[in-house]
């Protein structure tokens, strides 16, 4: 498996991490710390890019939960984005497209922010 690559920018006032590679726990780690600075920074509204995710595993999958969660609670939130359709069978498998919000592309995950 490929060690996740983690790259950031912000559209329309909104940071976008872009993931390459697995999410697994040797490599979530890393995606936590960047969103726990976003997060101390009290930026809340948060796009996780994920065309070129290849893995991702339960535990990553209800970290992020969490991380949802909060943004919430300040006003903001954490959307997926570009999920193959692999990464998204595991995401609904688990029930998680009910709790996080699931966009077909960034550019709309990014203008749900604004609605």
């Known amino acids: 498996m490929r060690e ?7 559209l329309e006032g909104v940071d ?10 040797y490599s979530f780690p890393r ?4 969103l726990n600075q976003l997060r101390d920074q009290q930026r809340n509204r948060i ?14 999958l ?5 991380f ?13 984005a570009a999920l193959t359709p692999k990464i998204f069978s595991i995401v609904e498998l ?3 497209d009910k709790i996080l919000h699931i966009c077909a592309d960034t550019g709309l995950a990014a203008s749900k922010f604004s609605n």
């Open 62 to 66: 209800g970290a992020l939960i969490g």
């Open 16 to 25: 976008v991490l872009h993931l390459d590679g697995a999410l697994d726990a």
């Open 68 to 80: 949802a969660r909060r943004a919430r609670e300040n006003g903001g939130d954490l959307k997926l």
């Open 4 to 10: 996740c690559q983690i790259k950031h920018e912000t």
């Open 31 to 34: 995606l936590e710390s960047s």
């Open 94 to 96: 688990l029930g998680f």
């Open 47 to 60: 796009v996780l890019e994920c065309a070129n995710l290849d893995y991702i595993n339960s535990a990553a």
